[in-house]
Nanobody
Framework: QVQLVESGGGLVQAGGSLRLSCAAS????????MGWFRQAPGKEREFVGG????????RYGGSVKGRFTISRDNAKNTVYLQMTSLKPEDTAVYYC???????????????????WGQGTQVTVSS
């Protein structure tokens, strides 16, 4: 089992930046990839981006590409989501997730992830 704890959410004005953190504990050696998802009220959970835990390759959802950056610190078992040029439509609860099944690519579907954090609220005001 992998336990995940997100932090860093809050209220920011449009055009601003915010950095989310996700600290992993437990069986971190089993992590294949870490992903970030978000869910706005009344909408389905959306893939934001992900990273291969061992090699650091990344993949992003279309709506955030060029604005969000994922990085990781393996020594701290922590993955980060740096968000810039934030828009009101980025408002959502953001979740980090861990996938332990090796795949040929970073997963973009919720079902491909085994463990989830509790979520952190990001609100972007216009």
């Amino acid at each position: 089992q992998v336990q995940l704890v997100e932090s860093g959410g809050g209220l920011v004005q449009a055009g601003g930046s915010l950095r989310l953190s996700c600290a992993a504990s437990g069986r971190t050696f089993s992590i294949f990839a870490m992903g970030w998802f978000r869910q706005a009220p009344g909408k389905e959970r959306e893939f934001v981006g992900g990273t291969r835990w061992s090699v650091g390759s990344t993949r992003y959802g279309g709506s955030v590409k060029g604005r969000f950056t994922i990085s990781r610190d393996n020594a701290k078992n922590t993955v980060y989501l740096q968000m810039t040029s934030l828009k009101p439509e980025d408002t959502a609860v953001y979740y980090c997730a861990a996938a332990t099944t090796p795949r040929v690519r970073i997963g973009v579907y919720s079902e491909e992830y085994d463990s989830w954090g509790q979520g952190t609220q990001v609100t972007v005001s216009s």
